[in-house]
């Protein structure tokens, strides 16, 4: 059985997403130290007792998700972030965080993914996010209505998606950012997007697009998050060829 280490995972890690020049609200990179030596990881959207624990059964050394445990303005350990964090020191699992890292790698980040998965041409970065471009400009092979791209982002997510029609009917160039990201929809429209894609949705994000005067594609925040971990779990199983596995835990957002 492969193993390697933690610390060697750590630094690549660290080095090929360029952890330490990106600026977040996440304290990206290793989290909570486990045990010193992997041979097998798990990947999750997001680190909550469920994906922990099932990280720990599946005997997984490292956990990599997208949405770690701390945020900015955490201080206490306490309630369910004590319980995460006790579960994941008492099966010595280490856990691994890539928030905006993983969203804007040119490789294997969600919006490079994405605009690959749907087969569009990508054609730049905006979405400007403390000091980094997090979001994807793509362009369409052939123009296709904005319904035949609602249909796309179903298809190629497997899950529903919802659309904000307030754009041209038929759309070419689109914009794609993962996660919550309905307020760069101003700003896809002004550099010539006929479409936004992102995940979330929510009341204030309708009169965004509709203000804007571009289409919307909501794939909901999981599903457009899921992208990013499984390029990443492909890549490193090639490059150390220790065992994996995505644990699945969708939240209906």
Not at 107 to 113: I, L, P
Not at 151 to 173: H, N, Q, W, Y
Request: with cysteine; charged share 25%; aromatic share 8%.
């Amino acid at each position: 059985m492969k193993t390697v280490t933690r610390d060697r995972l750590v630094k690549y890690l660290d080095e090929y997403l360029d952890v330490a020049s990106i600026q977040d609200d996440s304290p990206n990179g290793l989290q909570v130290q486990g045990a010193a030596s992997v041979d097998k990881l798990a990947f999750a959207v997001d680190a909550s007792a469920q994906t922990i624990g099932a990280a720990a059964k599946a005997k997984a050394g490292m956990l990599i998700v997208h949405h770690g445990l701390f945020w900015k303005g955490h201080s206490q350990i306490v309630g369910s972030l004590y319980k995460r964090v006790s579960l994941l020191i008492r099966n010595d699992l280490s856990l691994y965080a890539a928030h905006i890292p993983l969203d804007c790698h040119p490789e294997v980040g969600n919006n490079a993914q994405l605009a690959r998965l749907f087969g569009f041409e990508i054609t730049g970065r905006f979405a400007l996010y403390k000091g980094t471009d997090a979001g994807t400009l793509s362009r369409a092979p052939e123009p296709l209505t904005r319904e035949a791209l609602r249909k796309m982002v179903e298809k190629t997510l497997g899950a529903e998606a919802d659309l904000l029609p307030f754009g041209p009917a038929r759309v070419r160039k689109v914009g794609i950012i993962s996660g919550d990201a309905s307020m760069f929809a101003e700003e896809a429209r002004r550099l010539g997007c006929d479409a936004l894609v992102t995940g979330e949705t929510s009341h204030s994000a309708y009169h965004l697009a509709r203000d804007a005067g571009i289409n919307v594609v909501y794939g909901g925040h999981y599903a457009t998050e899921t992208v990013g971990l499984h390029a990443l779990e492909r890549h490193l199983k090639e490059k150390f060829g220790i065992k994996s596995r995505f644990i699945p835990a969708p939240t209906g957002y």
